[in-house]
T-cell receptor, first 111, second 108 residues
Framework: DTAVSQTPKYLVTQMGNDKSIKCEQNLGHDTMYWYKQDSKKFLKIMFSYNNKELIINETVPNRFSPKSPDKAHLNLHINSLELGDSAVYFC??????????FGSGTRLTVV | GQQVMQIPQYQHVQEGEDFTTYCNSSTTLSNIQWYKQRPGGHPVFLIQLVKSGEVKKQKRLTFQFGEAKKNSSLHITATQTTDVGTYFCALTTYKYIFGTGTRLKVLA
């Protein structure tokens, strides 16, 4: 049973569209994160949510909005998609040993 | 944004050779962590180092935290094709930051 699950795994969409990526965790953690990994493999935090409240909001465009309907879910909604939004997006939760447990990722391609 | 440099950026080795990646910080760290990401996969947490000069081993992997707690290394002895991937360090300054990663290719 996967601790963090993301859907979809792949997402190809046209510029200007609005899309959502879903994340669910089944370990009851209060904190969830969204990370973006660009084509050069750089991993950067986008958002951190603790118990349905936004804690960290890095300098991402306001076209990106995290939505947490409940403690187990942190979805990422993106408006007016641009070419530069193409990347792999990872959801994560605190993991054992002090690190993070990542979801399998969503590869977003904007054409 | 702030980036933590890892060196080298890329490394190609013959199977059986050793490999080392280094992570350097300009500030003293409370801890440092290491992750492995297979091609097409997600980052997987490997280990956390906390103490000055700490050395930890996981089979053929050896992790070291510098005496000044400003740098760390990951060494793989006798690489295998299953070691292919990108290795990241991660550290906490005023926020949690990933290193730039080292991509390892192992040639059979």
């Amino acid at each position: 049973d996967t601790a963090v699950s993301q859907t979809p795994k792949y997402l190809v969409t046209q510029m200007g569209n609005d899309k959502s990526i879903k994340c669910e965790q089944n370990l009851g953690h209060d904190t969830m994160y969204w990370y973006k990994q660009d084509s050069k493999k750089f991993l950067k935090i986008m958002f951190s949510y603790n118990n349905k409240e936004l804690i960290i909001n890095e300098t991402v465009p306001n076209r990106f909005s995290p939505k947490s309907p409940d403690k187990a879910h942190l979805n990422l909604h993106i408006n007016s998609l641009e070419l530069g939004d193409s990347a792999v997006y990872f959801c994560a939760i605190p993991g054992p040993g002090g690190g993070y447990t990542f979801g399998s990722g969503t590869r977003l391609t904007v054409v | 944004g702030q980036q933590v440099m890892q060196i080298p950026q890329y490394q190609h080795v013959q199977e059986g050779e050793d490999f080392t990646t280094y992570c350097n910080s300009s500030t003293t760290l409370s801890n440092i962590q290491w992750y492995k990401q297979r091609p097409g996969g997600h980052p997987v947490f490997l280990i956390q180092l906390v103490k000055s000069g700490e050395v930890k081993k996981q089979k053929r992997l050896t992790f070291q935290f510098g005496e000044a707690k400003k740098n760390s290394s990951l060494h793989i002895t006798a690489t295998q094709t299953t070691d292919v991937g990108t290795y990241f360090c991660a550290l906490t300054t005023y926020k949690y930051i990933f290193g730039t990663g080292t991509r390892l290719k192992v040639l059979a």
